[in-house]
């Protein structure tokens, strides 16, 4: 379950502050995968970056036992210099893998990304598809409660796009999946409820279709 | 997952930083990692030449020597201070994972400069050795304590810059500024003794000044600690650690958001 109490975001602009969320308590039960809907800065991925701990509400607070990932399709957080296999090491020593686990990872992250040779060398000599080829692998080698996928579902050309929805899929037989997107179709597909922000106003929709219609509604 | 302390969860995020880290700055086809060597052996062998030539050799110690701890210590501040400058926005990617906290940069950063002085300070007394110089320092255990102390003061001194100089950063160029001529105004390659009072006051600002003197005093026998202001140093030390600290916790959370 996840908890969100009185939760207050903003942003400052020139303009005054920016409301993204005012004053919103609700909470999303155990076990459904989430769709967040809205239109562009309406604080969809602010939302998902609140529930995966890495900002923080200006009021209020969001509350769960869960771990969450990352955000998925993070391609960020690699260091150029350094090889996709000395990245992908970084990740695994700071969530504590030991030594066996980190060389499980690498293997499966490897053979997943299809880099090949191209695993051994830095990353600032990869093409921007292999990066996120590399970071989708990556984020499937770990587990989580909570996967968060911020519209990274499309990484690739169609045959890679494929095989990664297969194991996205394959994935959340076994946890549950926080996702945003403007792909209606993604999101009925995977998705069980949604969650709408408008005009700072959250509504949460215990079935994905309400959600979508009154996404729908929106941008009438 | 696997439920981990939070102390456990720090200690494997700085071993992880500090690893990569190394590896960035290491990695083959770098000139960084000759010039890690060659920097503190061309400022040892510049001073040392210019001191003979202008003064000739006679002096009560070795003046290499001398002139070596000093840039150990001053190599070791300059590069704490720097590094933590330029860390939480070199590494600002990363606080998209949640275990990562902007101060684990930082420490991660420090135990890098403290291991190359300690490979540098090995090959000079490794060198020293072959070439018989009088290595023998009075008080080692006096010289120790001090480098501690320099550590902790330049990684206080660094926090407090590089969270203030991640809001504004107008504040990091002024440090930058300031830490120019710090080189010939920190009593590296000369003792304030040998100054006239109205420069050894004014150096005196300086607390770098004051870790050198106290880093030579216990060094050599025929040098004292006389323009050693504990106190003065204690006040360094403590007000930018503390202050920085503060600052640190109040302002992380948005650091990491930023």
Same mark, same amino acid.
């Given at each position: 379950?996840?908890?969100?109490?009185?939760?207050?975001?903003?942003?400052?602009?020139?303009? !005054?502050?920016?409301?993204?969320?005012?004053?919103?308590?609700?909470?999303?039960?155990? !076990?459904?995968?989430?769709?967040?809907?809205?239109?562009?800065?309406? !604080?969809?991925?602010?939302?998902?970056?609140?529930?995966?701990?890495?900002?923080?509400?200006?009021?209020?607070?969001?509350?769960?036992?869960?771990?969450?990932?990352?955000?998925?399709?993070?391609?960020?957080?690699?260091?150029?210099?350094?090889? !996709?296999? &000395?990245?992908?090491?970084?990740?695994?020593?700071?969530?504590?893998?030991?030594?066996?686990?980190?060389?499980? &990872?690498?293997?499966?992250?490897?053979?997943?990304?299809?880099?090949?040779?191209?695993?051994?060398?830095?990353?600032?000599?990869?093409?921007?598809?292999?990066?996120?080829?590399?970071?989708?692998?990556?984020?499937?080698?770990?587990?989580?409660?909570?996967?968060?996928?911020?519209?990274?579902?499309?990484?690739?050309?169609?045959?890679?796009?494929?095989?990664?929805?297969?194991?996205?899929?394959?994935?959340?037989?076994?946890?549950?999946?926080?996702?945003?997107?403007?792909?209606?179709?993604?999101?009925?597909?995977?998705?069980?409820?949604?969650?709408?922000?408008?005009?700072?106003?959250?509504?949460?929709?215990?079935?994905?279709?309400? &959600?979508?219609?009154?996404?729908?509604?929106?941008?009438? | 997952?696997?439920?981990?302390?939070?102390?456990? @969860?720090?200690?494997?995020?700085?071993?992880?930083?500090?690893?990569?880290?190394?590896?960035?700055?290491?990695?083959?086809?770098?000139?960084?990692?000759?010039?890690?060597?060659?920097?503190?052996?061309?400022?040892?062998?510049?001073?040392?030449?210019?001191?003979?030539?202008?003064?000739?050799?006679?002096?009560?110690?070795?003046?290499?020597?001398?002139?070596?701890?000093?840039?150990?210590?001053?190599?070791?501040?300059?590069?704490?201070?720097?590094?933590?400058?330029?860390?939480?926005?070199?590494?600002?990617?990363?606080?998209?994972?949640?275990?990562?906290?902007?101060?684990?940069?930082?420490?991660?950063?420090?135990?890098?400069?403290?291991? @190359?002085?300690?490979?540098?300070?090995?090959?000079?007394?490794?060198?020293?050795?072959?070439?018989?110089?009088?290595?023998?320092?009075?008080?080692?255990?006096?010289?120790?304590?001090?480098?501690?102390?320099? @550590?902790?003061?330049?990684?206080?001194?660094?926090?407090?810059?590089?969270?203030?100089?991640?809001?504004?950063?107008?504040?990091?160029?002024?440090?930058?500024?300031?830490?120019?001529?710090?080189?010939?105004?920190?009593?590296?390659?000369?003792?304030?003794?040998?100054?006239?009072?109205?420069?050894?006051?004014?150096?005196?600002?300086?607390?770098?000044?004051?870790?050198?003197?106290?880093?030579?005093?216990?060094?050599?026998?025929?040098?004292?600690?006389?323009?050693?202001?504990?106190?003065?140093?204690?006040?360094?030390?403590?007000?930018?650690?503390? @202050?920085?600290?503060?600052?640190?916790?109040?302002?992380?959370?948005?650091?990491?958001?930023?």
């Amino acid at each position: 379950m996840i908890e969100l109490k009185n939760v207050t975001k903003y942003f400052r602009t020139p303009h !005054g502050k920016k409301y993204l969320l005012k004053d919103v308590s609700f909470s999303i039960p155990e !076990g459904v995968n989430v769709g967040i809907f809205g239109r562009n800065g309406a !604080g969809k991925s602010t939302l998902m970056r609140m529930l995966g701990r890495i900002e923080f509400p200006n009021f209020g607070e969001i509350i769960s036992k869960k771990s969450f990932s990352w955000p998925m399709g993070l391609s960020g957080g690699f260091q150029g210099d350094m090889t !996709g296999r &000395a990245n992908v090491k970084f990740v695994c020593r700071i969530y504590g893998k030991d030594r066996d686990d980190i060389e499980k &990872a690498l293997e499966f992250v490897k053979d997943f990304s299809e880099l090949g040779d191209y695993f051994d060398m830095p990353i600032k000599t990869y093409s921007s598809g292999m990066k996120s080829r590399l970071s989708f692998g990556l984020s499937l080698a770990f587990d989580f409660d909570y996967l968060l996928i911020d519209e990274t579902l499309s990484v690739g050309d169609k045959r890679f796009k494929k095989k990664s929805k297969d194991a996205l899929m394959r994935k959340i037989e076994r946890c549950n999946v926080l996702l945003v997107s403007h792909d209606m179709g993604t999101l009925k597909e995977i998705c069980d409820v949604g969650i709408v922000l408008n005009n700072a106003k959250l509504h949460y929709c215990d079935n994905i279709k309400d &959600a979508v219609t009154m996404y729908d509604n929106i941008n009438k | 997952m696997k439920v981990r302390s939070s102390w456990e @969860i720090q200690k494997s995020v700085i071993y992880a930083l500090f690893l990569r880290e190394v590896n960035v700055r290491f990695s083959a086809g770098k000139i960084g990692y000759v010039w890690v060597f060659l920097e503190p052996l061309l400022q040892i062998l510049i001073f040392v030449s210019v001191k003979i030539l202008l003064f000739g050799k006679r002096s009560s110690f070795d003046y290499a020597v001398f002139i070596t701890v000093g840039f150990i210590g001053y190599n070791l501040f300059r590069h704490i201070v720097n590094n933590s400058m330029s860390a939480f926005k070199s590494n600002k990617a990363l606080f998209a994972y949640k275990q990562v906290k902007p101060i684990d940069t930082l420490i991660a950063r420090l135990l890098v400069e403290i291991m @190359i002085m300690g490979v540098i300070a090995l090959v000079f007394i490794i060198v020293g050795f072959y070439f018989s110089y009088d290595m023998n320092p009075e008080n080692l255990g006096m010289i120790l304590i001090t480098f501690v102390w320099l @550590i902790i003061f330049a990684f206080g001194f660094g926090l407090f810059v590089s969270v203030i100089g991640f809001f504004f950063t107008s504040f990091t160029k002024v440090v930058k500024l300031v830490m120019m001529p710090l080189m010939f105004i920190s009593a590296i390659f000369y003792t304030l003794a040998d100054l006239p009072p109205s420069a050894q006051q004014l150096l005196s600002i300086n607390p770098l000044v004051h870790f050198m003197e106290l880093i030579h005093a216990s060094y050599f026998h025929s040098l004292t600690d006389q323009f050693v202001n504990y106190t003065y140093m204690l006040i360094w030390t403590a007000i930018p650690l503390y @202050i920085g600290l503060r600052l640190y916790v109040r302002l992380s959370k948005a650091i990491v958001s930023q």
